[in-house]
């Protein structure tokens, strides 16, 4: 069970090209989403909005290396618009 947070664009740039993990998203307004970590859904400028300029005051970008390790630790819902893989995790366990 592997966590970290993301704290600047070149962490976030380096992650992206091992495309491993996911990233969940975290916001005080919503729900903790999972992502693919290449998903056309997590953009650099929504990353540079809420960790750069905002200082995470709203939420956070964290990269996990499991879609287990996001629901325990953040207990996050996939996104439904990159769908994360549900095999590896009972899909009960998600809150649509």
């Known amino acids: 069970m592997d966590s970290?947070?993301?704290s600047d664009l070149d962490d976030l740039r380096?992650?992206?090209?091992?495309?491993e993990g996911y990233f969940v998203i975290t916001d005080k307004a919503r729900p903790a989403i999972i992502?693919?970590?290449n998903a056309k859904c997590v953009s650099t400028d929504s990353?540079?909005?809420?960790?750069?300029?905002?200082?995470?005051?709203?939420?956070?970008y964290f990269w996990v290396d499991s879609i287990a390790t996001a629901s325990?630790?953040?207990?996050?819902?996939?996104?439904k618009v990159c769908k994360p893989e549900?095999?590896?995790?009972d899909p009960s366990t998600f809150r649509e």
């Open 4 to 6: 970290k947070e993301v």
């Open 72 to 79: 325990r630790l953040y207990g996050a819902k996939r996104c």
């Open 35 to 37: 992502h693919k970590v």
């Open 86 to 89: 549900l095999s590896l995790v």
């Open 47 to 60: 990353f540079n909005v809420k960790v750069s300029i905002d200082g995470r005051k709203q939420g956070s």
């Open 14 to 19: 380096k992650l992206r090209l091992a495309d």
